[in-house]
């Protein structure tokens, strides 16, 4: 990996249960991480590589430096006031040197 290939600052969120001010639970979204990564839409290869299952719910390959703490896909990625949800995490070739998240991004 080149670090001239990571070059969109994103944030990694996870959500977290709070009250609103009438005691009601509510969900809001915590930074737990913002790091450099490369962004890209996915490929053909990068679905296949994940199985049958993911086909329409992968949109974009996000790829970053393994990070600390460990990104699940209970979290999400922002960047630049877009969301892409983290439909699977993966170590390429397990060298815990980089990741690359399929990632399905939300429409508003």
């Known amino acids: 990996m080149q ?3 990571l070059k969109r600052r994103i944030t990694i969120e996870m959500p ?3 009250q609103d001010s009438f005691g ?3 969900e809001t979204w915590t930074t737990v991480l913002s790091t450099w990564a490369g962004i890209r839409t996915a490929t053909g290869k990068d679905i296949y590589a994940l199985g049958a299952g993911f086909t329409s719910q992968v949109t ?3 790829t970053m430096r393994f990070p600390v703490p460990t990104i699940t896909t209970k979290m999400r990625a922002v960047y630049r006031g877009r969301t892409f949800i983290i439909q699977a995490v993966s170590d390429p070739d397990e060298s815990r040197r980089e990741v690359d ?3 399905l991004e939300q429409t508003k």
Request: no cysteine; aromatic share 0%; charged share 15%.
């Open 3 to 5: 670090a001239g290939e």
């Open 16 to 18: 977290t249960s709070t």
């Open 101 to 103: 998240l399929m990632v």
């Open 24 to 26: 009601q639970p509510a």
């Open 60 to 62: 974009h390959k996000v």
